[in-house]
């Protein structure tokens, strides 16, 4: 049987609501009135193998040549794309631990064979490429990871992704990261891991970390061939893009930085607020980071479904379960939406703690 549903995504939509929504994972919305000024409208343009002053700008803020963008629906669908590309059913695919639950269901959705490697808590959550090592197998195509990683926000240096890019070097296999958190970086922001091999193929969107999901405007990055063969096979799914869409994506990509800037207050806030609250807390711990715009906190004691449940019918405050990270014993915290909210609801949290049934 083909898996086809994600059950992360069906509770993300129909679950995760509340007035002090901890469950968010990127910044709040970008008001489109905020934008310095506004595309000429059009609804129809020339985007067959996707619209050309879009894969420019999206060339252009990551030094690549355009010819190595493909445009997708969100990272998402650039995921997906990513996967049905490259796979064949069968093939083996090595993917991180915790992980987000949609790139398991994707490639799940393409009939590959799963292998994990864990990210030790105790090691901060950090990528052990000796763990990446002992998880490949003959047929390993493909090497998953996040970075920043989702959940923890944990950051991936350069010289640990390059000795994983040699890994799937010496296999012949490639390593796709998707970097749609890396962004949430604001101070000396890496490169995308793409300048780092040919085998590196990266997806990430416009979606967390610069509050405009809505445009749903998402990309991979691969080499020529490789992008090539995803704009082939995009026929089969998208056909062609939303136009408009694009033009309000060439927009915002043009005021990226500014974009960015307007929440970075706000994430800070939230992050001392958080940091306060570990810090006064027993009941759950985190490993601490200093970018990103979510926390993987561990319920020390208790079953988190039942704490996570309770929350949110006693308090109107929600988390997203560690379940969906394969981490039944945490859950995920959001920042960067709204500053009174989150300390309303991490003030919640830490009430609910207290009455917390252990
Ligand atoms: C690691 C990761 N990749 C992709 C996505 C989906 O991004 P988009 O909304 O751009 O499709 C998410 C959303 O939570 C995510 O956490």
Avoid at 191 to 216: E, P
Avoid at 284 to 294: C, D, F, H, L, M
């Amino acid at each position: 049987m083909m898996h086809k549903h994600s059950d992360y995504m069906h509770w993300a939509k129909t679950m995760s609501r509340a007035r002090f929504n901890l469950a968010t994972s990127g910044v709040g919305a970008y008001p489109l009135g905020e934008l310095p000024s506004q595309p000429a409208m059009e609804i129809n343009g020339d985007n067959s193998y996707g619209y050309g002053p879009l894969k420019r700008a999206i060339a252009e803020r990551h030094g690549v040549d355009p010819d190595c963008v493909v445009t997708a629906a969100g990272t998402s669908m650039a995921n997906y794309l990513a996967f049905a590309t490259m796979l064949e059913p069968g093939d083996h695919v090595v993917i991180e631990r915790p992980t987000y639950q949609l790139l398991v269901d994707s490639l799940r959705y393409v009939g590959a064979s799963l292998g994990t490697f864990r990210r030790e808590e105790q090691a901060g959550w950090a990528v052990d490429p000796d763990a990446v090592r002992r998880a490949m197998r003959p047929n390993t195509k493909l090497i998953v990871l996040t970075n920043l990683h989702n959940p923890t926000s944990v950051l991936t240096p350069e010289p640990v992704l390059r000795e994983i890019g040699e890994i799937a070097r010496e296999a012949g296999a490639r390593v796709l990261v998707d970097e749609v958190y890396l962004d949430a970086v604001y101070r000396d922001t890496p490169r995308t891991s793409f300048h780092l091999g040919r085998q590196f193929v990266v997806t990430s969107s416009l979606t967390k970390i610069y509050g405009v999901s809505g445009l749903r405007c998402g990309w991979i990055l691969a080499e020529p061939d490789l992008a090539r063969a995803a704009w082939r096979l995009n026929d089969l799914f998208a056909a062609t893009s939303v136009h408009p869409g694009e033009l309000l994506s060439v927009e915002v990509m043009r005021n990226l930085d500014a974009v960015r800037a307007r929440t970075q207050p706000i994430v800070e806030t939230d992050r001392s607020v958080l940091d306060e609250f570990l810090d006064r807390e027993s009941g759950v711990s985190a490993v601490r980071t200093e970018w990103g715009t979510t926390a993987f906190l561990r319920l020390r004691h208790g079953n988190v479904d039942a704490f996570a449940e309770t929350l949110r019918a006693a308090h109107d405050t929600s988390v997203v379960p560690g379940i969906f990270f394969e981490e039944p014993g945490c859950f995920r915290i959001g920042m960067g939406v709204d500053s009174e909210m989150f300390a309303e609801g991490v003030r919640r949290l830490a009430l609910h703690l207290r009455n917390h049934v252990q």
